[in-house]
């Protein structure tokens, strides 16, 4: 074999070998995503703390993966309840000794949700505060349901 083709059938083989040994098998796809559907809530909270006249409470909980959250308020105690009263409930995110909600709604308590969104994992807060109509404080109860 001359020296020429010799150093052509070597270069072929070193390029085929390299090839095998760069590629390993590995496919364009990953199974080590994350997922992008939520995980159901499988964790129920509640929690129970004093509302002031014009006055914002939250509740700090965790999520250990992406899934659904469900904020509902549960119930509203006091003396001298107005009539249709509603409070701003809102998911976020702890920022010191505050809550900054990325969603709130006006709600008045009940038994179903009247916050949901997916989120997570991290550590996020539910967030309550007085929609203007307190007259005196009152006692909240509400839930949180997570992943």
């Known amino acids: 074999m001359s020296a020429s083709r010799l150093v052509r059938v070597l270069g072929s083989a070193a390029g085929l070998l390299c090839l ?3 590629s390993n098998g590995a496919s364009a796809s990953s199974t080590t995503s994350p997922s992008s559907v939520p995980a159901d809530a499988t964790v129920n909270e509640s929690f129970t703390s004093t509302l002031a006249v014009g006055g914002t409470l939250f509740y700090s909980f965790s999520i250990a993966q992406y899934g659904n959250v469900a904020v ?4 509203v105690t006091g003396s001298d309840l107005p009539d249709g ?3 701003n409930v809102g998911i ?8 900054t909600a ?5 709600a ?9 969104g997916s989120y997570g994992p991290g550590i996020f807060c539910v967030v309550v505060s007085d929609s203007g109509m307190l007259t005196a404080p009152v006692k909240v109860d509400a839930a949180v349901a997570h992943s």
């Open 92 to 99: 976020g995110r702890p920022a010191g000794t505050t809550c």
């Open 20 to 22: 095998a040994a760069c």
């Open 85 to 87: 009263l509603s409070l």
């Open 108 to 116: 008045a308590p009940g038994d179903a949700a009247q916050v949901t």
């Open 102 to 106: 990325s969603i709130t709604v006006a």
């Open 72 to 75: 509902t308020l549960t119930g």
